[in-house]
């Protein structure tokens, strides 16, 4: 059973407006598969999640790092946002290899997983899917797709 909620997007304020919304049904331990085409918005609004927990470190996409770690404040508490690029990655046994299982289970942690599509198999339920559809003929507009996946 999910729960699915569609949005429209037709700037980048709109989209870091949906995730702000979005924060307020997160909790310490979640975890955030993202999917879409290159440059639809994935890391924008990872952006917008790390400004409304007042992370105060350039968020940038980690491609070529693999992964990137924030901290971020709620009501005085701290803990980290981990913020992961599949997008290089070839297959499964090379994610394995990297640790990935472990870093799902980080403590104290919310998990965004850009191009979680390669991953699938290896994302425990429950968690978060977010699809990021781009519009034909506007290049601004996007689809922004939420669901719940128990």
């Known amino acids: 059973m999910t729960t699915k909620k569609i949005f429209h997007s037709h ?3 709109e989209t870091i407006s949906i995730a702000h ?3 307020n049904d997160l909790s310490i331990g979640d975890i955030v598969a993202l999917v ?3 440059g639809s918005g994935k890391t924008l609004f990872i952006r917008g999640v790390c400004s409304y927990f007042k992370v105060d470190e350039l968020v940038t996409s980690p491609t070529f790092t693999i992964m990137n770690q924030y901290t971020g404040y709620y009501k005085d508490n701290e803990f980290n946002i981990i913020h992961i690029d599949l997008y ?3 297959n ?3 994610l394995i290899d990297l640790g990935f299982i472990e870093i799902l289970s980080a403590p104290n942690s919310i998990i965004f997983i850009e191009w979680a599509e390669k991953a699938e198999s290896l994302i425990p339920k429950p968690h978060y899917r977010i699809e990021f559809q781009n ?3 506007d290049e601004n507009q996007r689809i922004i797709i939420i669901e719940q996946i128990v």
């Open 36 to 38: 879409g085409e290159l």
């Open 11 to 13: 700037s980048e304020e």
């Open 21 to 23: 919304n979005f924060c």
């Open 135 to 137: 519009v034909e003929g």
């Open 88 to 90: 290089r990655i070839k």
């Open 92 to 94: 499964l046994q090379e």
